[in-house]
């Protein structure tokens, strides 16, 4: 399956998309990081590889992201992890429901996750 | 750091030396804290001083704790100490692009891997923060001190030190760049026309950087530091006789 990771410059947000995602993911494997590893607003590449590798369930993983050097952290974690992930260039939140749903498809892949999550973008709220 | 992972050549290797540069970079960004705080006052977040000065710290502190490190492991374990300790953009864009370039590192350190390294952390940066010259960054000191040093290496075939003097002087040049002219990346950027006249924090850290290699080569060589200039390229006897033919 592909995985999913949440990262936030606060753990505790990221936590709590992954909980609004998860009721939508099934047994997709979906990890939540972010802070600056001391408990403050950061986010932290180590950390984020270490998701990443955490979600890595065979088919790749769809990474979301929240703003500025998230993204930059999240590109560093990337490129040095083994497993072959993507940034969703898609709103943290919705973005991360939309991977969810789209996740637990028998055929999923990592492009159409991706995708679904970058969709998110486009949802209209009124 | 595991040890078998150290292969450096003692206290007169260049894993030593790039330790001893790296203490060296620590305690000028110390020395230049409120400098560069004042600099990203003006334009930022006031946070470039002190988060770079905490990195450089920490990255000194690890690299003091190798054993017998070879330069790609000294590089290594400081891009990933600035990446988990700086924070912010400078973050992944110092650290981040340390740990790519030091890959280059992995035969040791000569003129030739020194021009890889150059080009690749250069790459790395521009293409992490999507930035290119002229944007009022890092970039506009980066890339006149990278083009600078490959080009007085490969094309006019100076002794490295030389090349290394001239590339300071470029980015110190590079550095003068961002002044008068608008940022378009960054928290600068969201002050559009009223970032002109600030000089980028960024860049300025950058300059002190690569002044600290300069003068730790220096010393490691036991010679002074040239006095060089990067706009009088030295070319040698036979570009100069191809020139002519032009």
């Known amino acids: 399956m592909v995985g999913l990771v949440v990262v936030s410059h606060s753990e505790r947000a990221a936590e709590g998309i992954v909980e609004i995602a998860a009721e939508m993911a099934g047994d997709t494997s979906i990890e939540a990081v972010g802070g600056d590893g001391s408990g403050g607003i950061g986010t932290v590449p180590d950390a984020i590889e270490a998701a990443i590798d955490a979600a890595a369930d065979g088919d790749g993983v769809v990474v979301l992201v929240d703003l500025g050097s998230a993204v930059m952290n999240a590109d560093v974690a990337i490129e040095l992890s083994e497993v072959e992930a993507v940034i969703a260039d898609a709103p943290v939140l919705e973005g991360a429901v939309n991977a969810a749903v789209a996740a637990t498809d028998p055929s999923a892949t990592l492009d159409s996750v991706r995708e679904q999550a970058e969709a998110a973008r486009d949802i209209e709220k009124l | 750091m595991s040890g078998d992972e150290s292969d450096g050549d003692g206290p007169d290797g260049d894993g030593a ?25 003006a334009i930022g977040d006031a946070d470039h001083g002190g988060n770079m000065a905490r990195g450089w710290a920490a990255a000194a502190e690890a690299a003091r704790d190798l054993d017998d490190p070879d330069p790609q492991t000294v590089g290594k374990t400081v891009g990933k100490t600035l990446m988990s300790k700086v924070g912010g953009a400078s973050g992944p864009l110092f650290g981040g692009s340390l740990v790519f370039a030091s890959a280059e590192l992995d035969g040791g350190i000569d003129a030739e891997s020194a021009v890889a390294f150059a080009e690749t952390y250069l790459e790395k940066v521009e293409d992490r923060g999507d ?23 490969e094309t ?87 020139a002519e033919d032009d």
């Open chain 2, 17 to 41: 030396a790039v330790v001893a540069a790296v203490e060296a970079v620590a305690e000028r960004i110390e020395r230049e804290r409120d400098h560069l705080t004042e600099l990203d006052s």
């Open chain 2, 131 to 153: 930035a290119r010259l002229g944007d009022q960054t890092m970039v506009d000191a980066l890339t006149p001190a990278v083009h600078t040093f490959k080009k007085s290496i």
């Open chain 2, 156 to 242: 006019d075939g100076l002794p490295p030190l030389e090349a290394l003097a001239k590339a300071v002087d470029a980015a110190d040049r590079g550095v003068a760049f961002t002044v008068p002219i608008r940022a378009r990346k960054g928290r600068a950027s969201y002050l559009g026309w009223r970032s002109v006249g600030h000089q980028d924090p960024g860049a300025t850290s950058t300059l002190y950087i690569l002044e600290e290699l300069l003068s730790v080569a220096a010393d490691r060589l036991d010679a002074e530091i040239p006095d060089v200039d990067a706009t009088s390229p030295t070319l040698p006897d036979d570009a100069k006789a191809g």
